[in-house]
């Protein structure tokens, strides 16, 4: 069956640096996202990507986020300088044809911002 | 701005109790999705419900979606340990909201 991955399952890193997560959607998926969900709190949306740009985003994606779909494969999540508040699980997700559509998570990343 | 409010937070219950978890939007929804995320695990989806009055039902669980779209619910008869974790509601039209979740616990 299959599934999406992600790339580090765990990262650890110091306040100010920079940090890539990786995810490798479904093959044939169009739509892919972003969320993270601090520890003991609820999941919440960062982006949506469809078509090679951004179709979507919340408060929480500001300047210091990005995304990138770089080889037709992998979608990945930069944060270019982390803060204390960013040590979350990060998940991907993707979804198939259309955007109302069942999304598959991937087991998350872990960061922790020391 | 649309909120999407979950209740319970928290339902503890004892195996073969029913269960059931509420979610309550401020406006009107095009459709809206649940999910159950495992105690370390990433969300799974497990239904979507797109017309106003829809009941879709999988095994022991019924999914409702009001007739205004503006609520919908999530029923568990006769709960079984597995089914442990937190059941989110979400919407998909426009912002992309999740519910805050509601944990449910076993008890053997």
């Known amino acids: 069956e299959p599934e999406v991955t992600q790339t580090p399952s765990h990262q650890v890193t110091q306040m100010g640096q920079e940090v890539i997560l990786r995810c490798v959607p479904i093959?044939?998926?169009?739509?892919f996202y972003w969320y993270r969900q601090i520890l003991g709190q609820k999941v919440e949306f960062l982006v949506s990507?469809?078509?090679?740009?951004?179709?979507?985003k919340s408060e929480i994606f500001d300047d210091q986020f990005s995304v990138e779909r770089p080889d037709g494969s992998n979608f990945t999540l930069k944060i270019r300088s982390t803060k204390l508040e960013d040590s979350a699980m990060y998940f991907c997700?993707?979804?198939?044809?259309?955007?109302?559509?069942?999304?598959?998570f991937g087991p998350g990343t872990r960061l922790t911002v020391l | 701005g649309q909120q999407v409010m979950q209740i319970p937070q928290y339902q503890h219950v004892q195996e073969g109790e029913d269960f059931t978890t509420y979610c309550n939007s401020s406006?009107?929804?095009?459709?809206i999705q649940w999910y159950k995320q495992r105690p370390g695990g990433h969300p799974v989806f497990l239904i979507q419900?797109?017309?106003?009055?829809e009941v879709k039902k999988q095994k022991r669980l019924t999914f409702q979606f009001g007739e205004a779209k503006k609520n919908s619910s999530l029923h568990i008869t006769a709960t079984q340990t597995t089914d442990v974790g937190t059941y989110f509601c979400?919407?998909?039209?426009?912002?992309?909201?999740f519910g805050q979740g509601t944990e449910l616990s076993v008890k053997p």
């Open positions: 997700a993707s979804s198939g044809r259309t955007d109302y559509n069942e999304q598959f």
């Open positions: 093959s044939n998926h169009l739509y």
């Open positions: 990507f469809y078509n090679n740009e951004i179709s979507e």
């Open positions: 406006t009107t929804l095009s459709n």
């Open positions: 419900l797109v017309k106003s009055g």
């Open positions: 979400y919407n998909q039209g426009g912002k992309l909201i």
